[in-house]
Antibody, heavy 121, light 106 residues
């Protein structure tokens, strides 16, 4: 079955770190660009990070640059998002999304169901 | 940064209705626009890309139009499965979503 599955969410205290994972099944994730998108409670979708299909290029939203690190784990067919210095504003559902191949490059063709992160003391 | 503004924020509708959702970009994005459907507890779903190209498997009652700064998503003959929140997204310069339009039961 072709799908993406996020994991690693949970309840975390402010100031701590968390590592989210996006694992692919049914295809090779390293052949595609991958994004992380966040949805805060009651809010819309917000793009947070991207890693290129070769893993040589990563981009971050201004709001998370310096605290978020995206990386590939090709041995596990996965992409990770390391989040440090968590604040309550980081609370939300975190989705990973895979780009398509041309003409759907830069388009979020496939999404996971998300993992919930709650930052609270 | 490119800002995306959707209207309306909420749309009350009945099965069989024809709906139009508007999305405006803060600058020219040509046709680098996608539309997604989001239902609670489910993964977002790509409906349309390049402003008007229907993604595979998406029902033909969905259509998109526009270029430059003004875009529309139209749903012809709304079905029960279409009650959801819809987001536009520009991908010309990085990636930005609109704030979403919730389609609710009238």
């Amino acid at each position: 079955q072709v799908r993406l599955m996020e994991s690693g969410g949970g309840v975390v205290q402010p100031g701590r770190s968390l590592r989210l994972s996006c694992a692919a099944s049914g295809f090779t994730l390293s052949n595609f660009g991958v994004h992380w998108v966040r949805q805060a409670p009651g809010k819309g979708l917000t793009w947070v990070s991207y890693i290129s299909y070769v893993g040589s290029n990563s981009i971050y939203a201004n709001s998370v640059r310096g605290r978020f690190t995206i990386s590939r784990d090709s041995s596990r067919n996965a992409v990770s998002l390391q989040i440090s210095s968590l604040t309550p504003e980081d609370t939300g559902i975190y989705f990973c999304a895979r780009e398509g191949h041309a003409p759907k490059i830069n388009i979020f063709e496939m999404w996971g169901q998300g993992t919930m992160v709650t930052v609270s003391s | 940064d490119i800002q995306m503004t959707q209207s309306p924020s909420t749309l009350s509708a009945s099965v069989g209705d024809r709906l139009t959702i508007t999305c405006r970009a803060s600058q020219n994005i040509n046709k680098y626009l996608a539309w997604y459907q989001r239902k609670p507890g489910k993964a977002p779903n790509l409906l349309i890309y390049a402003a008007s190209t229907l993604n595979g498997g998406v029902p033909s009652r969905f259509s998109g139009s526009g270029s430059g700064t003004e875009f529309t998503l139209t749903i012809n003959s709304l079905q029960p499965d279409d009650f959801a929140t819809y987001y536009c997204q520009q991908y010309m310069s990085f990636w930005t979503f609109g704030q979403g339009t919730q389609v609710e039961v009238k």
